[in-house]
């Protein structure tokens, strides 16, 4: 459950503590980070693994028994993410422009020795600007580009799983936990928010 288990009031990742380490009453909790490190005390408790488990039972079992409209809204949701052709159009031109600020610059580079006279002009810092400017460009497209196609996978992996439930859940998986949850937000001891990679949430209440 490392980095999985979210503070609804802070944000904070939960860890794990035993309780009763040496007895018979012997159990793991959770409860978030900064329980004591924080001025202001958050209202959220601390949660026991069985609890946690529980829940997403809960949040794939709401699914599994109506999976049809998640299954809609996950395909409607793909598509819109697969549509990258503008973007990919960006990324053509922001690289086209990275290119040539690359040649401007290393062709003044290789005509000019970069004295204090030529860094005083400004024009080397002016072309090493616009450059820096062109890569960053470049760069924020493609990391754009990198994470649709993996939140694309997810969904896909998403829909494959849900695709194959049959029945309901009776038992907790740590596969499915692990391959369909990003994070489980702890609202309060009996509210819960499950989010899942493919971008669905489900709110469960015990």
Same mark, same amino acid.
């Given at each position: 459950?490392?980095?999985?288990?979210?503070?609804?009031?802070?944000?904070?990742?939960?860890?794990?503590?035993?309780?009763?380490?040496?007895?018979?009453?012997?159990?793991?909790?959770?409860q978030?980070?900064?329980?004591?490190?924080?001025?202001?005390?958050?209202?959220?408790?601390?949660?026991?693994?069985?609890?946690?488990?529980?829940?997403?039972?809960?949040?794939?079992?709401?699914?599994?028994?109506?999976?049809?409209?998640?299954?809609?809204?996950?395909?409607?949701? +793909?598509?819109?993410? $697969?549509?990258?052709?503008?973007?990919?159009? %960006?990324?053509?031109?922001? #690289?086209? @422009?990275?290119? /040539? !600020?690359?040649?401007?610059?290393?062709?003044?580079?290789?005509?000019?020795?970069?004295?204090? +006279?030529?860094?005083? $002009?400004?024009?080397?810092?002016?072309?090493? %600007?616009?450059?820096?400017? #062109?890569? @960053?460009?470049? /760069? !924020?497209?493609?990391?754009?580009?990198?994470?649709?196609?993996?939140?694309?996978?997810?969904? +896909?992996r998403?829909? $494959?799983?849900?695709?194959?439930f049959?029945?309901?859940?009776?038992e907790?998986?740590?596969?499915?936990?692990?391959?369909?949850?990003?994070?489980?937000?702890?609202?309060?001891?009996?509210?819960?928010?499950? +989010?899942?990679?493919?971008?669905?949430?489900?709110?469960?209440?015990?």
């Open positions: 459950f490392i980095s999985k288990l979210v503070c609804g009031d802070c944000g904070c990742f939960y860890g794990s503590k035993v309780w009763h380490s040496t007895d018979k009453y012997r159990s793991v909790v959770w978030y980070n900064n329980k004591f490190k924080a001025d202001e005390k958050c209202s959220t408790p601390h949660i026991k693994e069985g609890v946690i488990k529980e829940v997403f039972i809960k949040a794939i079992n709401s699914i599994v028994t109506d999976k049809d409209p998640a299954l809609d809204m996950m395909d409607h949701l +793909k598509a819109k993410i $697969d549509d990258t052709a503008a973007l990919e159009g %960006k990324l053509e031109k922001a #690289a086209a @422009a990275f290119d /040539e !600020k690359m040649v401007l610059l290393q062709d003044y580079i290789s005509k000019n020795a970069i004295t204090e +006279k030529e860094l005083a $002009d400004g024009r080397y810092s002016e072309l090493e %600007k616009e450059y820096r400017e #062109a890569l @960053a460009e470049k /760069e !924020k497209l493609q990391d754009e580009l990198t994470e649709r196609r993996r939140r694309s996978l997810m969904i +896909k998403f829909i $494959d799983e849900v695709k194959g049959d029945d309901v859940f009776t907790f998986s740590e596969n499915l936990w692990l391959g369909l949850v990003d994070v489980m937000v702890v609202v309060d001891k009996k509210k819960f928010l499950v +989010k899942f990679k493919s971008g669905m949430e489900v709110q469960v209440e015990l």
